[in-house]
């Protein structure tokens, strides 16, 4: 955006002649309104408060019209930093969060500024849920359209698959209903074709769900988390896991300890003997400190995703980085090991894997998905390095340094793979060719066809 001061004192008289709720800095609500994950100094000039789809057209129409610069925000957890700008009017999404369940209950009409654990309150009355990230906060629809990796997604795809339509104001700042072209662009192209004020998505039934962290001996973080990593690989390799499985390794800066390894696990039924199996198998990935049937608990995947977005830091300082790869090689595994080792101690940093597991719904060559942008659809681990504090700008700034190093070291091995995963993607290496690999020209394709002058210029992925 321009450096130049944004004057919103037009927009500010147009949305009051038309009753839609501009929020100025001095309101005491900004504060609240504004709030994103990723800590920045970088603050929007004034925040619009719709509360229908026609209010979202009223105002692109506008922002066109005025050539007013603007982003759309939901959950504000766009840890990229590409839409945590200055000189722009934030247009705030939270009002439009309905929920309606269809007939049949296999869909439900959803609005679009919806947040992932308010979807799941809302469904959870009527037996159903539907694949969530990992902390209730975070925007339900913009993870969906990035792809949408979570602990659910052996049993029910990523986010990005369970999308069946959208309705959005378009580059024009008509209301539509999205086309199958433009919900290939939606399925993993984020927010570039528009706004989405309505989706309707597939719905899942309601099962019971066992859930928790498991931590493992790590006195010498380096030597556990390797070892960890390598037994993972072979687990991946050698058993067939089923679908309603989750493990993903974590690395964890723990206060006055440092970095410790942790399995997250989540398993979509009962405690019968299956899930007694793969709960000892998780156990002896490491050396378990924990007594494994405390640790993992009968509790719904809201009740667990929200004891863990109790542990991260309210505002979060520094960067976040990640790297793909389709196998944990010996190679990687040494990086892995030794960053590991060097992970900022003081609390706030992390790795994190995400997998999507051969066999799996979301999983298989990328012709199996034609309606979706999002081509990395052969096995592959996503890992994210959380450099993070929630102290201050200099322990966050030694930790964001600390996550580029370990993706840098982990380019150098060969072990990744050419696409990456947009919404974890910092700006400084948005390079939609490298993270959109082979399905790059298509994104661009349909960018062209849907938003040729390029309207939605603020989002994630970034398009120039
Ligand atoms: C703590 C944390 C946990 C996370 N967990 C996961 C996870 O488990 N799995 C995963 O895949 N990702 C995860 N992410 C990444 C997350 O999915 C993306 O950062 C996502 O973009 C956040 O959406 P938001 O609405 O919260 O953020 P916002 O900053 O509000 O939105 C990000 C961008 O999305 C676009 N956007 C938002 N809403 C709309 C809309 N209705 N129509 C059009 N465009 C829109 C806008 O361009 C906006 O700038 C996590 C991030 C954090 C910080």
């Avoid at 949408?148 to 104001?169: F, H, I, Q, R």
């Avoid at 156990?283 to 924990?290: N, Y």
């Avoid at 996503?382 to 200099?394: K, Q």
Wanted: aromatic residues 8%.
């Amino acid at each position: 955006m321009g450096s130049a001061a944004l004057d919103l004192s037009k927009t500010e008289a147009f949305l009051k002649g038309v009753r839609i709720p501009f929020v100025s800095p001095s309101a005491t609500e900004f504060g609240v309104l504004s709030k994103t994950f990723m800590h920045s100094p970088e603050q929007p000039t004034g925040i619009a408060q719709p509360g229908t789809a026609e209010e979202v057209a009223t105002i692109i129409k506008h922002c066109i019209a005025e050539k007013v610069p603007f982003v759309v925000r939901t959950g504000g957890h766009d840890v990229t930093k590409s839409t945590l700008v200055a000189n722009v009017l934030s247009i705030n999404l939270r009002k439009l969060d309905h929920v309606q369940v269809s007939a049949d209950k296999k869909t439900a009409r959803v609005g679009g500024g919806i947040l992932s654990g308010a979807l799941l309150e809302a469904l959870a009355p009527h037996g159903l849920e539907v694949p969530t990230a990992a902390v209730p906060s975070v925007g339900w629809l913009s993870c969906a359209t990035m792809a949408g990796y979570t602990l659910m997604s052996p049993s029910m795809g990523l986010c990005c698959d369970s999308l069946l339509g959208a309705k959005v104001v378009d580059a024009k700042g008509e209301i539509v209903e999205a086309s199958e072209r433009m919900m290939k662009g939606i399925r993993g192209g984020g927010g570039n074709f528009g706004v989405i004020v309505e989706f309707t998505v597939k719905v899942h039934p309601l099962l019971e769900a066992q859930s928790g962290a498991i931590m493992y001996e790590s006195s010498d973080p380096q030597r556990s988390w390797s070892s960890f990593l390598t037994k993972f690989q072979e687990l991946m390799t050698k058993e067939k896991m089923p679908h309603c499985l989750s493990i993903l390794p974590s690395l964890i800066a723990v206060p006055n300890m440092g970095p410790a390894v942790f399995a997250v696990f989540y398993w979509r039924g009962a405690r019968d003997d299956a899930f007694q199996y793969w709960l000892k198998k998780a156990g002896s990935l490491g050396q378990a400190v924990v007594d494994l049937d405390k640790a993992v608990v009968t509790q719904s995947a809201l009740t667990f995703t929200k004891g863990f977005e109790a542990l991260l830091p309210p505002k979060m300082y520094g960067a976040i980085h990640s790297s793909c790869g389709s196998e944990l090689t010996p190679e990687a595994i040494e990086v892995f090991g030794k960053y590991g080792a060097a992970m900022p101690p003081a609390g706030g940093s992390s790795i994190n894997f995400h997998v999507l597991r051969e066999g799996t719904p979301s999983c298989g060559k990328p012709s199996d998905f034609p309606d979706s942008v999002f081509g990395a659809r052969r096995p592959h681990w996503m890992c994210e390095f959380i450099g993070g504090s929630g102290a201050g700008e200099e322990q966050g700034a030694e930790a964001a340094q600390w996550a580029k190093e370990i993706r840098d070291a982990l380019a150098k091995t060969g072990a990744v793979t050419k696409f990456g995963y947009a919404a974890t993607t910092s700006k400084e290496f948005a390079v939609v060719e490298d993270v959109f690999g082979e399905n790059a020209a298509e994104l661009r394709a349909l960018k062209k066809e849907f938003d040729p002058d390029n309207v939605f210029r603020c989002t994630v992925p970034l398009m120039d």
